[in-house]
């Protein structure tokens, strides 16, 4: 399905599926076409009071009935599953609200600013908040050496604070992430730090990184992550890149997507239709051809140097758009591109024509700059006994445990001896080879054996512990790369799991760079020394396809601490700024009317939870990295 051709025939094409659907999660809109929104804003300000507030549901029965009128051709489900979801509605009691960021950048304090406005205005609290990737999780200065961007773009941001969990000016309290945050790996990130955790675990408190690829589960939903992004030349590969990053373009392929990750996640393909699915997939960039189920046109609005790499087939992973419609995740949230992208994917029943598969939402976000989306809020009704704290997913351990032959450190073409390579060079097993495995869906057994390990208790332990030395404040940004360690969370984790250790693997691979962890030898972080070369200053690890450069000024550094409440402004004021019009397009048309609220001179956008920061006249003529 092309949203761009079909939404010419039926303009309330793009809001089918956002609005009014059997789910009752929040959504934002966007829309380009000023015809329609002013239809629109009605059809969101008559679905925010079914959706937002059950008391009200009787009192707008038939104003929901006028606005499902609009949806004569919304996704159908089946009897059985409508009675399914009716019975299932009447045990949910409890709601969860989860803020969504696109591409991070180290913005961290940004970002939590943010989420606490919105919490202030809307008058609840984020139970969760999920980072697209580009996190830049960086300990101090030596971290930035392991980060793939040209060195004026490289910045310490604020993660260090959270990572050492520094005291906030006068409040005499230690810092930590003001709500839990979970966060895929993009292609600009502190790579050495996160090849400590290959299948996951805490950079800072409060603050869970993802892994290569793995699932977690929070208040009863399910939540995948991959990190990285695509290129050819690694994808069959293993994983064994690790400081110092002695190859030439070990600092690049870090962060490739590997087909073994892929396939792992492929096996979460559930043996029969009445398991859960996965509720929502994370990652950095995006699905190859998603945007053929988007409004292209605005996309080429934003970004017009987009139109050759669209005809080309060359966005995105073609690996994870097969992943897509393998899974039919209910949400798939991405970044990368540094825009707003949304997208709804249909999923085809091939048994029964008439009821097909939920669509799956697929959006991407902005990062945290003057007039970005880069924020979204969802709102899940989940049971009222729920657990909100972060869990291993059991399905996912088994599938570790299943694949753990897989697991390689081989920096060339992964092929096994045992397994026969097909015409495609896809080295992963499949239905082709001959006595061999290729379906890894756990069994009845295998669950119940990771059961027994856990002892049904599957909450992630709370065992952060710093491997490298905290940023200090005489530290300058000449430092020496870091070094590479052991991390005690990926040693635990492996050791009760029974899998191979990854982290200890590329450990063993040299001495080169290893050092004492932190935690053990604070007294003396410098004690192992770097003993093979760093990277020469000359060497570029840019391979023209995995950078791209926005020219957009650095916003000023917000922190929590200097976080001032905005004052109310009014609608009239909005429409008058000078900047009241984005890339042509006035912003009552894309954005919709709406209060404002006033920031140090920044505006946020209440309903559509948009952040936008005044640029710094000190910072005019620099740029920050982007993609």
């Not at 006035?586 to 209060?595: I, L, M």
Request: with cysteine.
């Amino acid at each position: 399905m092309n949203r761009t051709s079909s939404s010419q025939s039926d303009p309330f094409e793009w809001f089918r599926g956002w609005l009014c659907h059997p789910n009752r999660i929040r959504h934002q809109v966007w829309c380009s076409d000023r015809d329609v929104y002013a239809l629109a804003e009605i059809i969101l300000l008559l679905s925010e009071r079914v959706i937002m507030n059950d008391s009200t549901r009787n009192k707008c029965k038939s104003e929901q009935n006028d606005i499902s009128a609009l949806f004569e051709e919304q996704p159908s489900t089946s009897a059985s599953s409508t009675v399914t979801e009716s019975t299932k509605r009447q045990k949910l009691s409890r709601k969860v609200h989860i803020a969504v960021a696109g591409c991070s950048h180290g913005e961290m304090d940004k970002i939590y600013a943010t989420v606490a406005e919105i919490e202030r205005r809307e008058g609840y609290k984020f139970d969760l908040l999920i980072s697209c990737g580009d996190y830049e999780a960086i300990r101090n200065y030596g971290d930035l050496k392991h980060m793939h961007a040209p060195e004026k773009y490289r910045h310490l941001q604020s993660f260090h604070r959270y990572y050492s969990g520094e005291l906030v000016k006068f409040n005499f309290i230690i810092l930590e992430a003001p709500v839990l945050t979970i966060f895929v790996g993009g292609n600009h990130e502190a790579s050495g730090y996160l090849q400590e955790l290959p299948y996951g675990g805490w950079v800072a408190p409060k603050i869970f990184y993802l892994g290569h690829a793995s699932v977690v589960q929070f208040a009863g939903l399910r939540i995948a992550g991959l990190s990285g992004i695509y290129n050819k030349n690694d994808y069959n590969t293993g994983h064994w890149e690790r400081p110092p990053f002695i190859d030439y373009g070990a600092v690049v392929s870090a962060y490739h997507v590997r087909s073994v990750d892929v396939f792992r996640l492929k096996q979460l393909k559930p043996r029969n239709p009445n398991e859960p699915p996965i509720d929502i997939m994370v990652t950095h960039d995006w699905p190859a051809g998603i945007t053929d189920y988007g409004d292209v046109k605005q996309l080429l609005r934003l970004k017009p140097y987009f139109e050759e790499d669209l005809k080309k087939n060359a966005i995105g992973n073609p690996a994870t758009m097969t992943l897509l419609h393998v899974l039919k995740p209910r949400y798939w949230l991405a970044a990368h591109m540094h825009c707003l992208f949304a997208a709804l994917v249909p999923h085809p029943n091939k048994n029964d024509r008439e009821n097909d598969f939920e669509p799956t939402r697929f959006l991407s976000l902005d990062k945290p700059l003057p007039r970005r989306h880069f924020l979204q809020a969802l709102e899940f009704d989940v049971d009222q006994n729920v657990s909100l704290n972060l869990s291993y997913d059991p399905t996912w351990l088994a599938i570790l445990r299943a694949t753990n032959a897989l697991t390689s450190v081989d920096k060339n073409v992964q092929k096994q001896e045992e397994i026969v390579v097909d015409v495609q060079n896809i080295y992963m097993p499949s239905q082709h080879t001959c006595n061999e495995r290729w379906d890894f869906r756990p069994t009845e057994e295998e669950l119940t054996k990771v059961d027994e390990i856990y002892g049904g208790d599957f909450t992630v332990p709370m065992n952060f512990k710093m491997t490298a030395r905290p940023h200090r404040v005489d530290e300058t940004n000449d430092s020496s790369q870091e070094l590479y360690y052991r991390n005690p969370q990926s040693t635990e984790f492996c050791a009760k799991l029974g899998i191979k250790d990854l982290n200890e693997m590329l450990c063993s691979l040299s001495m080169d760079g290893l050092g004492i962890p932190y935690y053990i030898n604070k007294n003396n972080d410098s004690e192992v020394v770097l003993k093979s070369r760093t990277l020469e200053k000359k060497e570029d690890f840019d391979d023209k396809s995995d950078f791209i450069i926005d020219r957009n000024p650095l916003p000023k550094s917000l922190l929590l601490e200097d976080f001032k409440t905005p004052a109310v402004t009014n609608n009239d004021e909005f429409d008058k700024h000078p900047s009241s019009t984005v890339n042509g397009c006035e912003k009552r048309s894309h954005y919709g009317v709406d209060e404002g609220l006033q920031l140090s001179g920044s505006k946020i956008l209440r309903r559509h939870l948009i952040i936008d920061i005044n640029e710094d006249k000190s910072t005019q003529g620099t740029s920050h990295h982007s993609c």
